[in-house]
Structure formats: C-alpha cells, structure tokens
C-alpha cells in the first residue's frame, strides 16, 4: 500500500497514484499503490478526530466494514470477468470490467482509510467465491451487482450512515453510490443483448477500442476526459488516470 497522510478531520481526502494498476500473467488485477492524501483539494478542514471515535461513531464504522467488504467483493468479480472476456475474443468487454475493478478499489481504500481514521480497522474476511460464467452471463451478474448496489446497498448505508453525521463517510458513500450509477450505464450499452442480440450488439461493441479514465479521489469512471473538474467530487481533472488495457 502507498503512504498516507490524513487530513485534519478525517472528512475527505484525494488520491494520487503513481501506479494505476498491474496486471498478472493469470490477468488478475493488483490495485491500491502509492495512495497520499491531499485536504486541500476537497476544502475539508478542522480539528483531528477525538480519541473516543471507536466509541462515539458505532454505527458508522459498521457501514464503512460492509461498504469495504462489498467493494472488495465488487473488485474481485470484476477483476475475474475481464480475463475471461480476453479468452472469449472480446478485449472491449474485458477493459470494461478491468476499468470498473480499478475504480472499485478506489471505494475499498477510502472505506478502509476512513475506518482507520475512526480507531477501526478493515477486517480481513475470506476471499469470497465468485461465479465465472460466459461473459455474456458475467455482463448479466455485473448489472444486477450494480442495481442491487444503486437502488439498495448505498441508499440505506448513507441513511444509516447520516444517524452519526460522520461528513466524510456521508460524502465518500455518495461518491461511491453516484458511481455505480456511471457503471450501470457503461453496462446498459452492451448488457441488454441476449441471444443473437447479445452477439450484434457485442460486435459494434467491439468494433472501435474503447478508453476509460477513472478519477483516483471517488472513482467516478468515463469514457472520455472531462473539461475541466469530476463530475462526481470536483476535483481537477488532473486527477483522472487512463486504465490500461489488459492483454
């Protein structure tokens, strides 16, 4: 993991990476290098955190565990899809789930660096089992993953999340929330096709290489460069990093 330097209340921070991301012969994506933190860029300030945060903010350091595990679970399918893709000729569809495995451990190290600024820690769970199908039926895991996370997961976490008023979780799950919502829609372009559907449209998919750019502070993950700031947390566009295309 990269050094890290808090901010002085704990309630927002940006990254900056130097490694985006490196890709393993077996096409498994190795994430999270060289993370600092910068307050400034978010406008955040104040006084650290008391020492009975552990203590004080119950609630919210549940929310961030569960958010953590699922982003980390989120990661791993993803990251699992794209080398199938690759078997299956489909290298469009492959940088689609390696770009969207990279913003997820975006979400992970936020979750994880917020709970250490609360006292927490990120506990360690097994490795979930994730299903590799065709990537026909990947694309139809990946959306339902997505909807669950956009109508479901992150509403109630932020609800839960607002009982301690803990602003820099509140923000960073609405960051992580608005872009699930991005991803769904990258989805919906190439998902919706079944059948011989799912082949023409897989085809167009295909036919012009795609790029993504996924901004290091939230996540947020587009097809093209934005003119000047995130759409999702305003930080300049300096901060987006072009995802590699895995081979």
């Known amino acids: 993991m990269g050094e890290m330097e808090d901010n002085r209340n704990g309630n927002g921070f940006s990254l900056n990476r130097r490694k985006l991301l ?6 498994v994506i190795l994430f999270l290098s060289d993370i600092k933190l910068n307050a400034q860029e978010r406008g955040q300030s104040g006084s650290a955190l008391s020492v009975d945060a552990p203590s004080k903010y119950t609630e919210t350091i549940a ?19 794209a080398p199938k893709a690759i078997a299956e000729n489909y290298p469009n569809i492959a940088h689609l789930f390696s770009s969207f495995a990279v913003s997820e451990s975006i979400h992970a190290e936020i979750f994880k660096k917020l709970l250490s600024d609360l006292g927490a820690e990120a506990k360690e769970t097994p490795k979930p089992e994730i299903n590799i199908s065709a990537t026909k039926e990947n694309l139809n ?8 996370h956009i109508d479901q997961f992150y509403p109630q976490s932020i609800e839960k999340a607002k009982l301690e008023n803990h602003e820099g979780t509140i923000g960073n799950l609405n960051y992580a929330w608005e872009t699930e919502k991005q991803h769904r829609g990258l ?26 750019f996924v901004c290091q502070v939230c996540g947020s993950t587009l097809t093209e460069l934005p003119k000047d700031v995130c759409p999702i947390c305003k930080v300049p566009v300096s901060q987006f990093k072009e995802v590699e295309r895995i081979r």
């Open 22 to 27: 490196k890709v393993l012969s077996g096409g």
């Open 63 to 81: 929310v961030l565990e569960s958010s953590y595990r699922e982003e980390i679970r989120a990661h791993l399918s993803y990251s699992a899809y």
């Open 141 to 148: 895991m990946a959306a339902k993953m997505e909807l669950w």
């Open 187 to 212: 989805l919906k372009k190439i998902q919706l096709g079944t059948g011989i559907l799912f082949k023409l449209l897989a085809k167009k998919f295909e036919e012009t290489p795609a790029k993504y």
